[in-house]
T-cell receptor
Framework: GAGVSQSPRYKVAKRGQDVALRCDPI?????LFWYQQALGQGPEFLTY????????KSGLPSDRFFAERPEGSVSTLKIQRTQQEDSAVYLC????????????FGQGTRLTVV | AQRVTQPEKLLSVFKGAPVELKCNYS??????LFWYVQYSRQRLQLLLR??SRESIKGFTADLNKGETSFHLKKPFAQEEDSAMYYC???????????FGTGTRLKVLA
């Protein structure tokens, strides 16, 4: 595809439900990032993959958040037992190499926990 | 800790007026600074980065290490410049961005 693709675009979950958010990066991009953007805030870093290796998960807010990229391409961000404070836009970005290159963002998944 | 501050949540200017979106950062090393823009219903996209020293869509930004600032400027605003603008910092040799809270620019006809 032409850019980073995320699905679903919108997700409404009941409190306590598990959700899975998908990211298809640009083909061949080594680096993949997940960011969380709460209402009125800038994106905040969650986690980083270099190919299939998760090199940094320092931004994951709790052990309810889990991300994977098993084949170094598509990535999934999973949130278990969702809570209202998890409501946010989740952004995925990819870049061709590890540093000093532009990151391309997807359109995001808006998660609303009710 | 590294931080990016964008003091204005909303900036309204008339078409043809000059624009300056403020960005200050805190980082003691050599930073990489970026401006990202998000037009209505579109994804976040890179507008410019300080190492390129280029002008995109008439916008420029100069890194001022003394004032730790990276303000975005345009001499004559256009209606199509209306968007959300985010300043971002990337510390030397790393991969993750630290974003400011963003400034919404409204250019009035």
């Amino acid at each position: 595809g032409a850019g980073v693709s995320q699905s679903p675009r919108y997700k409404v979950a009941k409190r306590g439900q598990d959700v899975a958010l998908r990211c298809d990066p640009i083909s061949g991009h080594v680096s993949l990032f997940w960011y969380q953007q709460a209402l009125g805030q800038g994106p905040e870093f969650l986690t980083y993959f270099q190919n299939e290796a998760q090199l940094d998960k320092s931004g994951l807010p709790s052990d309810r958040f889990f991300a994977e990229r098993p084949e170094g391409s598509v990535s999934t961000l999973k949130i278990q037992r969702t809570q209202q404070e998890d409501s946010a836009v989740y952004l995925c970005a990819s870049s061709v190499t590890t540093v000093n290159t532009e990151a391309f963002f997807g359109q995001g998944t808006r998660l609303t926990v009710v | 800790a590294q931080r990016v501050t964008q003091p204005e949540k909303l900036l309204s200017v008339f078409k043809g007026a000059p624009v300056e979106l403020k960005c200050n950062y805190s980082y003691s090393g050599s930073p990489e600074l970026f401006w990202y823009v998000q037009y209505s219903r579109q994804r976040l996209q890179l507008l410019l980065r300080h190492i390129s020293r280029e002008s995109i869509k008439g916008f420029t930004a100069d890194l001022n290490k003394g004032e730790t600032s990276f303000h975005l400027k345009k001499p004559f605003a256009q209606e199509e410049d209306s968007a959300m603008y985010y300043c971002a910092l990337r510390t030397s040799g790393t991969y993750k961005y630290i974003f400011g809270t963003g400034t919404r620019l409204k250019v009035l006809a």
